[in-house]
């Protein structure tokens, strides 16, 4: 009982959380002092006087303690501990060695359950973000420490060339083998607890799980599923950090923050790409950040910060090495960023300028990418609704509609039903009638 009282402090859960005991803590401690010269008398014994008795450490001793647990400096606040802390009783499981595995397994099993685990408060998403960014980056990857036939080469690529193969489908043909991302991560997994493996393999056993979680969660995503959508792109979130993948980890949470504005709520979506934001380093990586931050700033009606974060997007897209450009925003364009330009400036009511902007990208975009033409047609129809064109916002709608139900994209097919009710008073118009029966 004395490792797990019957209601833990908040730093005994979050310690623990993290798989540190009490001794193990203290000496994180001890190595938080040195790396800045310094000496800490922390031990095991004041570890527990904080935990049971109810004592306050000292500022010093909480800003060594924040840097132990991935918490951003900035995030501290000396005279409101323990409330500073993150809790972990939310659903997310923080980062950490120990929690690598867990987090994937959590994710996995989310679609056993009868009832799909609910979203994840926005509050814990964005102390995660905060976490994130002040974990400093270190190759988690283990050497072998288990007996048995050690995984080789060959494997490793076999498993990455098999992912590359299932991404290279069409997007209307992988409706049919989603259950295969998930056999596939499945064994991944069991090969990332086994550890029997050689540092550079565990590495990219890590980032193919990061990469997998991250597809998963897309799926999961746009079905709707945001439970567990959130819960695979923490998973991925913990393998990026363990491989040391910077950017990959700045993408899932750009992912996190992404659902949240799906979801109207873009304070939190804000809060997580300002974290993001400040370990991505690739241009394309903080374009698409940056444009996604504007997507949050718009909902929220901060026009200057909007139009600063669509400026900060438009200059970094094309100012890197196309060569270098991470897989996961290689599909990043000029289409994408003037059709959600222009999504954000419907939010902040330039209309005009918006639907412009829409029907460029619109243009612009590569006949391949038959998902995103549907989300653009749909932000095209809500572009005319917005300049009272009912029939030509019918004609994009429907076309949206249609494309979606071929290609499996419920997504999509959702964003066409939402505006359903604004074509309502326009039900003598062309094509209205034939939208409204066929989202009905």
Same mark, same amino acid.
């Given at each position: ?105 959590? !994710? =996995? ?9 609910? !979203? ?16 400093? $980056? ?97 998973a991925g979130l913990h393998n990026a950090h363990a491989s040391n993948d910077k950017d990959m980890g700045a993408a899932l949470l750009s992912d996190l923050a992404y659902q949240a504005s799906w979801r109207d709520d873009p304070t939190t979506a804000a809060g997580i ?36 974060? $669509? ?52 243009? =612009? ?27 030509? !916002? ?47």
């Amino acid at each position: 009982m004395d490792e797990y009282e019957r209601t833990p402090h908040p730093l005994a859960a979050v310690r623990i959380a993290r798989g540190l005991n009490r001794v193990e803590f203290a000496e994180a401690m001890h190595g938080a002092a040195r790396r800045r010269g310094l000496r800490s008398g922390v031990d095991r014994s004041r570890v527990r006087k904080w935990e049971v008795n109810g004592v306050r450490p000292d500022t010093i001793s909480q800003t060594y303690i924040a840097e132990v647990l991935g918490i951003a400096a900035g995030d501290v606040d000396p005279a409101a501990w323990p409330a500073w802390l993150p809790r972990v009783d939310q659903g997310v499981v923080p980062l950490g060695p120990a929690n690598i595995v867990p987090a994937l397994r959590e !994710a =996995l099993h989310t679609m056993d359950r009868r009832t799909l685990l609910s !979203a994840i408060p926005g509050s814990a998403l964005v102390i995660l973000a905060g976490s994130w960014a002040g974990t400093p $980056l270190a190759a988690l990857a283990a050497s072998p420490s288990r007996p048995g036939a050690a995984v080789g080469e060959d494997v490793v690529a076999l498993l990455e060339e098999t992912s590359t193969r299932l991404n290279a489908l069409a997007t209307e043909q992988r409706q049919h083998i989603a259950p295969l991302y998930d056999a596939h991560l499945a064994r991944v997994t069991d090969l990332i607890e086994e550890k029997r493996y050689t540092r550079p393999l565990g590495v990219r056993l890590h980032k193919l799980a990061a990469s997998l979680s991250q597809t998963v969660a897309w799926i999961r995503f746009d079905h709707g599923q945001h439970g567990a959508a959130s819960r695979y792109w923490i998973a991925g979130l913990h393998n990026a950090h363990a491989s040391n993948d910077k950017d990959m980890g700045a993408a899932l949470l750009s992912d996190l923050a992404y659902q949240a504005s799906w979801r109207d709520d873009p304070t939190t979506a804000a809060g997580i790409l300002a974290k993001a934001l400040s370990r991505t380093t690739h241009p394309t990586a903080s374009s698409l950040l940056h444009l996604r931050l504007a997507r949050a700033q718009a909902a929220l009606g901060e026009r200057t910060a909007t139009l600063d974060s $669509l400026a900060a997007a438009e200059r970094l897209l094309n100012a890197g090495d196309t060569d270098d450009t991470p897989a996961w925003c290689s599909w990043m364009s000029p289409a994408d960023l003037a059709v959600d330009s222009g999504r954000c400036l419907l939010d902040l009511g330039d209309t005009t300028q918006a639907h412009r902007l829409i029907a460029e990208g619109q243009a =612009l975009l590569p006949a391949s990418r038959d998902k995103t033409r549907g989300v653009f047609l749909a932000y095209r129809a809500q572009g005319h609704l917005s300049r009272h064109e009912p029939e030509a !916002a019918a004609a994009d709608a429907l076309e949206a509609l249609h494309l979606a139900e071929r290609i499996g994209a419920p997504r999509c097919v959702q964003l066409v039903r939402d505006l359903a009710p604004a074509f309502t008073r326009y039900r003598s118009a062309q094509g209205v009638p034939e939208l409204l029966h066929a989202v009905a």
